[in-house]
């Protein structure tokens, strides 16, 4: 590990001996340790300098992306205890809903995914979210691929009432869900579009609180402009 940081602390690569020196080990073991590390990918080696390797690299991207989700984990914690409500974020990705991270609580319970999320879009807040920010094409071809079917009494009941509804949603405007997917619950979902990513941070609220989702949603909303750095850094992930 010493030889990794370094070899990294040299942007122009070092002679093993340099490398030696600078991590104070032995110039045999520095040799042998090198030739392992650039066998293994971890480094390479040109004209007698030591830079890192592919392996390496991808560790450090690893590590990158491990620090954005970290960041994301602790923004969606703090909303879910400021705002009082479990906290989702998801992105289309793929053709395919992907729930990213969760943000929940012994008294915040999350939503439990009795129904598969990326089979039942239509029937919740953050598919329905995700799908009002695609073009009708890539619209038709997720309904295609998982068609509507009702998931509860309170569903929508087929792919033409759900075009219509996509079509009727606002620009940047909360999407709202009651009973739809799990009953006794209500869910509310705010978009997120950096580039051509869809993104959705979304809540749920039991329903007996109902009155709540739209203000709390809102609230979401306000917080979300504040740390969109953070969040758009996370779509990358």
Same mark, same amino acid.
């Given at each position: ?19 030696? $020196? ?9 040799? &042998?340790? !090198?030739?392992? @590390? ?5 480094? $390479?080696?040109?004209?007698? @300098? *030591? ?9 450090? =991207? ?7 989700? =970290? ?6 914690? &703090? ?28 008294? !915040? ?7 598969? *999320? ?8 953050? /598919? #329905?979210? !995700? ?10 071809? &997720?309904?295609?691929?998982?068609? +509507? ?6 569903? +929508? $009941? ?16 909360? +999407?709202?869900?009651? #009973?739809?997917?799990? !009953? ?19 809540? %749920? ?23 969109? /750095?953070?969040?758009?850094? %996370?779509?990358?992930?």
């Amino acid at each position: 590990m010493r030889l990794l940081e370094a070899v990294a602390a040299r942007e122009h690569g070092a002679p093993a001996k340099q490398l030696a $020196r600078d991590t104070g080990l032995a110039l045999p073991t520095a040799y &042998h340790l !090198l030739r392992t @590390l650039a066998h293994e990918g971890y480094l $390479r080696r040109e004209k007698g @300098l *030591f830079f890192l390797g592919e392996a390496a690299e991808r560790l450090g =991207s690893a590590g990158a992306g491990q620090k954005r989700r =970290s960041a994301l984990d602790e923004v969606l914690a &703090h909303w879910r205890d400021s705002i009082g409500v479990p906290v989702y974020y998801a992105v289309y990705r793929e053709g395919e809903i992907e729930v990213m991270s969760i943000a929940d609580s012994p008294g !915040l319970p999350a939503v439990e995914e009795w129904a598969d *999320f990326r089979e039942t879009g239509h029937a919740h807040a953050i /598919g #329905q979210c !995700l799908l009002s920010q695609l073009d009708e094409d890539r619209r038709r071809d &997720h309904l295609d691929r998982h068609p +509507v079917q009702p998931v509860t009494p309170y569903s +929508v $009941r087929d792919a033409r009432v759900l075009l219509g509804r996509l079509d009727r949603v606002r620009r940047m405007e909360p +999407v709202l869900e009651r #009973q739809e997917y799990a !009953l006794g619950t209500v869910c509310a979902a705010v978009p997120i579009t950096v580039g051509a990513t869809a993104a959705t941070m979304a809540i %749920s609220l039991p329903g007996h609180q109902a009155d709540r989702l739209l203000p709390a949603a809102r609230q979401l909303q306000d917080e979300i402009g504040r740390r969109l /750095g953070t969040i758009a850094l %996370s779509i990358s992930i």
